[in-house]
């Protein structure tokens, strides 16, 4: 079975940086979409950014200048690069992939355990 696995979460100041990485273990597969969603205390998980297989992308009003997804298609792993990171972008970040299988192109998603990231000073 599929399962992603994220990295690269961790502390950092206000106006830090961190690099979230997010690769599957298991079977391979060829993923269409993939994207990070973010999840802080007592709030809705939000999709923060996704990337087609084409590399077409798009980003949550919040982090647009900030952060920037990219993803390797040869090792199936995407990318979150977070920049002048705030406080409010405190969360727990989940990887998400998907693929379209059958006739029916029916819907397959991918979710990994989270990584926490604290924006704190």
């Known amino acids: 079975q599929v399962q992603l696995v994220e990295s690269g979460g961790g502390l950092v100041q206000p106006g830090g940086s961190l690099r979230l990485s997010c690769a599957p273990s298991g079977s391979i597969f060829r993923f269409d979409a993939m994207g990070w969603y973010r999840q802080a205390p007592g709030k809705q998980r939000e999709l923060v950014a996704t990337i087609t297989s084409g590399g077409n992308t798009n980003y949550a009003d919040s982090v647009k200048g900030r952060f920037t997804i990219s993803r390797d298609n040869a090792k199936n792993t995407v990318y979150l690069q977070m920049n002048s990171l705030k406080p409010e972008d405190t969360a727990v970040y989940y990887c998400?992939?998907?693929?379209?299988?059958?006739?029916?192109?029916?819907?397959?998603?991918?979710w990994g355990q989270g990584t926490q990231v604290t924006v704190s000073s």
């Open positions: 998400n992939a998907n693929n379209y299988v059958g006739l029916a192109s029916r819907r397959y998603d991918y």
